[in-house]
């Protein structure tokens, strides 16, 4: 089953089937619905979710304020985005052996702070981004505007495949993902975007409250949290996962094969589908 819901301005797209056991929550990148990640259609025709759907998976994908159909667009945190989270878990009531949420990047902070709330057992983070940094912080935009031109040159090329010795982005990777940020909200002559605070929430949030938002010992996990980091990751690279460790020591590390920070865009995505997988329903 699959089905739509819109809540207090976010939106959220559910597959679901009535004999799945786990649940997986899918939270945005730094200007893309999970939708753009893990709801495109591959070359087989199928999607991420849906193979996450009949491994035993119920996902929910994550619209928050200003992102993907969201309907409202206001300035907002982690700890507001973690409130956006919970207004759905709240009218979740069917009950799971695990229930995962997964980080991805800048949004691996959100993902930690709603792991308090006490719904969630499970954090995945992909691309893991904890960072306390005390030089500058970032300019407080209002909004952050981008474009498959703009993603493909100034964050692919010239960032995420920088030591990749060939690009093993999927065939169809662009028509796919178009195809999602087309339905965006805020969609119009081929750009799209969202919240600029939030985009820079990821060093802003530590440099103006000296905190990251959670508490260690508030987050309790039925399984250490597992962290995929790709091959040729040069934008959260396992050495630069200090904080994460000493944080999380017990932080299960996992490597996507010839794959970057975009691993679920690459030929060998099977393999992050498949460690996802594998994690949701140990």
């Known amino acids: 089953m699959i089905d739509e819901q819109y809540i ?10 009535t004999t799945n056991e786990h649940l997986l929550f899918l939270l945005t990148g730094q200007s893309i619905s999970p939708r753009g990640f893990w709801d495109f259609k591959l070359p087989e025709g199928k999607t991420h979710s849906e193979y996450f759907v009949e491994a035993g998976i119920d996902v929910v994908l994550f619209d928050p304020i200003g992102y993907g ?8 945190d982690r700890i ?9 878990t709240d009218t979740i009531t069917k009950q799971y052996k695990s229930a995962t949420i997964l980080g991805y990047s800048s949004s691996s902070p959100v993902a930690l702070c709603s792991a308090q709330d006490g719904f969630f057992n499970k954090v995945i983070l992909v691309g893991p981004n904890i960072v ?5 912080a970032l300019p407080n935009i209002d909004t952050f505007q981008t474009n498959i031109e703009m993603l493909k040159q100034k964050r692919l090329k010239e960032v995420s495949e920088r030591i990749i010795p060939k690009s093993n982005r999927l065939p169809n990777w662009e ?3 178009i195809e999602i940020v087309k339905t965006n909200t805020r969609y119009e002559n081929g750009n799209w975007s969202v919240p600029g605070h939030i985009v820079n929430d990821r060093i802003n949030y530590w440099m103006e409250h000296k905190s990251n938002g959670f508490e260690v010992d508030k987050i309790s996990l039925i399984k250490p949290i597992l962290a995929i980091i790709s091959e040729y990751e040069v934008e959260t690279p396992i050495s630069e996962q200090g904080l994460l460790m000493s944080l999380f020591p017990d932080t299960q590390i996992v490597s996507v094969p010839n794959s970057t920070h975009f691993s679920m865009w690459e030929n060998d995505c099977a393999k992050t589908r498949e460690f996802i997988i594998q994690y949701c329903t140990e």
């Open 8 to 17: 207090n301005g976010t939106y959220f797209k559910r597959y679901s089937l």
């Open 69 to 76: 159909k969201s309907t409202a667009f206001y300035q907002y």
């Open 80 to 88: 507001d985005y973690t409130k956006q989270i919970k207004d759905v």
């Open 132 to 136: 306390n940094r005390t030089d500058d």
């Open 175 to 177: 028509e796919s993902l």
